[in-house]
């Protein structure tokens, strides 16, 4: 069962930046640097929604709502996917958390950020 752990999270006011990461355990490098990994996020009372996944070959993607801001990136030899986020909004405010494509993996734990403005 591969283990999920996110870190980086905390209060910052508005245009400021925090850089999360997402170490995963019980799992080779190998099958790691194979799977799509995304960060995800759920604010109170909203659906948890994808806001940036990196494919095994490197290619981003990101949401239109944080494109431009945030940048996604791995280190595969460490089994760490990171999510630099700059410019950061109020709206920005959630829970994070990583997991596969399709969220294949148990959910870690999450990482607060929160954005006062």
């Known amino acids: 069962q591969v283990q999920l752990v996110e870190s980086g999270g905390g209060l910052v006011q508005t245009g400021g930046s925090l850089r999360l990461s997402c170490a995963a355990s019980?799992?080779?490098?190998?099958?790691?640097?194979?799977?799509?990994i995304a960060w995800y996020r759920q604010a109170p009372g909203k659906q948890r929604e994808l806001v940036a996944i990196i494919v095994s070959g490197g290619t981003t993607n990101y949401a239109d709502s944080v494109k431009g801001r945030f940048t996604i990136s791995r280190d595969n030899a460490k089994n760490t996917v990171y999510l630099q986020m700059n410019s950061l909004k109020p709206e920005d405010t959630a829970v994070y958390y990583c997991?596969?494509?399709?969220?294949?993996?148990?959910w870690g734990q999450g990482t607060q950020v929160t954005v006062s403005s």
């Open positions: 019980r799992i080779t490098t190998f099958t790691f640097s194979t799977n799509a």
């Open positions: 997991n596969t494509q399709f969220a294949r993996w148990s």
